[in-house]
Nanobody, 123 residues
Framework: VQLQASGGGLVQAGGSLRLSCAAS????????MGWFRQALGKEREFVAA????????VYGDSVTGRFGISRDNAKNTVYLQMHSLKPEDTAVYYC?????????????????WGQGTQVTVSS
């Protein structure tokens, strides 16, 4: 199983970025996917998750209303669209594949993790 995250970079506060995560080696269309992030010196934090068919999404409190998770099962890819970025959004962002079909907040429910992509928001 491989999860390849991309799209990170340096952006000014108030800007936008879209992260992508391309999956291979698993039945992508049958599993829930999530995004987490870890800032330097902090614990990993839940960001967003989406069900197997994209029908339901959940978000962490700090990103609700600013971030959107989506997926394209034909491309085996999950996306994280980030708007109104803040310096406190600076972190390494990880995509993860769930153990089942649902949108899970709980980290132990995720079986597979990507390598992470750095997002840096300057003030």
């Amino acid at each position: 199983v491989q999860l390849q995250a991309s799209g990170g970079g340096l952006v000014q506060a108030g800007g936008s970025l879209r992260l992508s995560c391309a999956a291979s080696g698993l039945t992508f269309s049958s599993i829930g996917m999530g995004w987490f992030r870890q800032a330097l010196g902090k614990e990993r934090e839940f960001v967003a998750a989406i069900t197997w068919n994209g029908g339901s999404t959940v978000y962490g409190d700090s990103v609700t209303g600013r971030f959107g998770i989506s997926r394209d099962n034909a491309k085996n890819t999950v996306y994280l669209q980030m708007h109104s970025l803040k310096p406190e959004d600076t972190a390494v962002y990880y995509c993860a594949a769930n153990a089942d079909r649902w949108a899970e907040r709980w980290e132990p429910r995720y079986n597979y993790w990507g390598q992470g992509t750095q997002v840096t928001v300057s003030s």
